[in-house]
Structure formats: C-alpha cells, structure tokens
C-alpha cells in the first residue's frame, strides 16, 4: 500500500513559508507591480471622504415633510 504524499507531508512552518515566498517573488518580481502601483495611488491619488455624501443624505432624510415628531427631535444629535 502506499500512503497518498499530500496526507503525509508536514505543513510548512512560519520560516519556510516566508523564505518559499521571497524566493517565489525573486524568481517572477512582476507579480510586485500591481500591489506597488494600488499602493500609490492609494497614496498619492484622490482623497475620497463620504462625509459629504451622507451629509447630504442626511439633510435629505430629516427635511421630509411628513417625518415623525420622535425623527424630528433625534434630527439635532445626528447633524
């Protein structure tokens, strides 16, 4: 009988993994090239904040006609 390799094989340890992972990255350094260029833009691109938009959202929300007293009163905490 012989036993199927991969339920035989010890896990990789923490040194292992890291050093199969630098030696991965050496032989094909292009696999780098999409993490480096999200992390620049996410750099140096646009500062995207949504604090406008539920601002907005919010005012929306609270200007309704028809908006119950209990909503109205909650309308000073959340603005």
Known sequence: MNADPQQTE?????IDSLSLGF?????YPWLLLLPLLLDVFLWRGPRISL??????MVQTMFSQ???PPEFSQNADLVT
């Open 10 to 14: 010890k896990p990789l340890g923490v």
């Open 23 to 27: 030696s991965f990255i050496i032989r």
């Open 51 to 56: 604090s406008p938009l539920l601002d907005s």
């Open 65 to 67: 006609p028809n908006l």
